[in-house]
Every structure is written in structure tokens, then in C-alpha cells.
């Protein structure tokens, strides 16, 4: 931990603040070459299914692929773990990450509990925000899944990116 002198008071008596360090770190485990490729949504249907850690129908969950250049697959994060019928979806923790790990983009995906594929307007809008924000930061989001127990939708593959 640090120390620095800052002056706060016009009186120009200066009051030592404690600072905290912050250190950001990444520790890939998995050679470049064994990294999954993700080439569709069916590619990145199988990552999440592998990675979800609630059961499908059970309460919402919003997960993130982290994609290198290639389209190989640096790891994923678990963004929110809602109710049954949402999630709180924060789009600056989603970015943080992605530029932590050296991401060039990204795949979003949450779970329907209730088995209906459609996108409420909610999901769209989120959507919307996540794309807004990985095109400021040159990290697109190339797709946003819904997942249930046997199926799953693509909004990329329906329009909506």
C-alpha cells in the first residue's frame, strides 16, 4: 500500500491519505491451441452448456464468452445469478473483464427458466446496451443466446446485432 500527500483544505496544511494498489491479473490455464473455436451460435450453445453451473430451469443466470482474435474461447464469466423470472445485467463489470483478459469480443448468454425462447424487451435492450458498449471499446458482442433445457435462440442469427 502506498502513501501520498494530498492537499484538501485551502488552508495549505496537507493530510496523508492511505491509497490502495490494485492489481490486475489473468492466468490462462489452457494452451492457445486447446481453446475451443467458437465459428457459430451452436458452437457457443455447447461452451455455455458446459460452463452453467444452475440448473436451466431453475433461476436466470447471464453468462460472457471472452474471445481472442481467432475466435478461440480465453475464458467465460458469470455476470449475474438472478430469480426466476430476471437478472440485473451490468454492462461495465461484462467490460472490465473483457479488458482484463485482452478479449476482441465477446458472447453473452442468459437462460429462460420458464422454457420460452422468445426475447422480451428487456433482453433486447440489454443487447442493445452491450453492443453500444463493446463498439466504443473495439470489442463487439457477436451474439446474445437464450437458453432453455432443450433449445436455445440466437439473436444474432435472428437480426437482432
Known amino acids: 500500500m502506498g502513501h ?6 485551502p488552508t495549505g496544511t496537507f493530510m496523508q491519505y492511505q491509497l490502495s494498489e490494485i492489481e490486475v491479473k489473468y492466468n490462462p490455464e489452457i494452451k492457445p491451441s ?6 457459430g451460435s451452436k458452437d ?15 433461476r436466470e443466470s447471464f453468462y460472457v464468452l471472452f474471445l481472442n482474435r481467432g475466435n478461440r474461447v480465453l ?18 463489470l461484462i467490460f472490465q473483464t473483457a479488458l482484463k483478459v485482452n478479449a476482441c469480443s465477446v458472447i453473452a448468454c442468459h437462460n429462460h ?15 442493445r446496451k452491450i453492443k453500444e458498449s ?7 458482442l457477436l451474439d446474445h443466446l437464450i437458453i432453455c433445457q432443450e433449445n436455445y435462440r440466437s439473436l444474432a442469427d435472428d437480426g437482432y446485432l
Open 4 to 9: 501520498a500527500l494530498i492537499n484538501p483544505a
Open 34 to 39: 486447446e481453446r475451443m473455436k467458437i465459428t
Open 134 to 140: 463493446g463498439e466504443l471499446l473495439d470489442i463487439p
Open 44 to 58: 457457443a450453445e455447447k461452451a455455455f452448456r458446459q460452463i452453467w453451473e444452475q440448473p436451466l430451469q431453475h
Open 113 to 127: 427458466p420458464s422454457g420460452n425462447l422468445e426475447p422480451s424487451q428487456a433482453d433486447i435492450n440489454i443487447t
Open 75 to 92: 475464458g467465460f464469466f458469470l455476470v449475474s445469478l438472478g430469480g426466476i423470472s430476471g437478472t440485473v445485467v451490468d454492462q461495465k
